[in-house]
């Protein structure tokens, strides 16, 4: 895929290192909540590993010239913690989230709770509007960050989210990631 003359690459969530590319099955979660947290140990463990991974990608697999748009990424962890299945410490799962490669822009496709709910019914209504404000507040924490009206059509959602890769890429000197 091609965007604004760079080479793009989408991922959702997390590198594949362990499984071989192309090879991972996507499938479609309907009760995201719905299982019970693991252990202290293995939450613990999986996040120190997804570090690793993330790490590893940013080091030695990703081109700096490619533009990498995630479709969540390991902060979402920090939000919705039952998603994940995560039974460790909060401030365990802060601390990694300090040290994980930060993206150049955080970009939020933000829209009222009740069209989020609309959209997507995995989680019931009060959750939906609880993430919403978590992630409002998550975001405009980070120093690069744009908010984008979701409820906009597509075309003009599309338009603004270009345009605020443009802006960060010309600040960072074309470095994407």
């Known amino acids: 895929m091609n965007l604004l003359g760079r080479l ?7 590198p594949v290192l362990v499984s071989r590319r192309g090879c991972e099955s ?22 120190c590993v997804w570090l690793l991974e993330e790490w590893y990608a940013y080091s030695f697999q990703e081109s700096k010239e490619t533009l990498l748009i995630c479709d969540r990424y390991y902060h979402d962890l920090l939000i919705d913690p039952k ?9 365990g799962a802060r601390l990694i989230g300090k040290l994980m490669p930060q993206p150049k822009l955080w970009v939020l496709l933000d829209a009222p709770a009740e069209i989020l709910q609309v959209r997507k019914q995995e989680v019931p209504p009060t959750e939906s ?20 009206n979701a409820s906009q059509s597509l ?23």
């Open 8 to 14: 793009v690459e989408m991922r959702h969530l997390k």
């Open 26 to 47: 996507v499938s479609i979660v309907l009760d995201p909540h719905g299982k019970p947290p693991r252990s202290v140990l293995f939450s613990v463990a999986k996040i």
């Open 83 to 91: 998603r994940y299945r995560y039974g460790g410490p909060t401030w």
């Open 129 to 148: 509007a609880r993430q919403r404000e978590e992630y409002l507040a998550f975001v405009c924490k980070q120093r690069n960050h744009v908010i984008v």
């Open 155 to 177: 075309d003009k959602v599309i338009a603004d989210v270009e345009t605020a890769i443009q802006a960060t890429t010309r600040k960072e000197g074309g470095n994407c990631r």
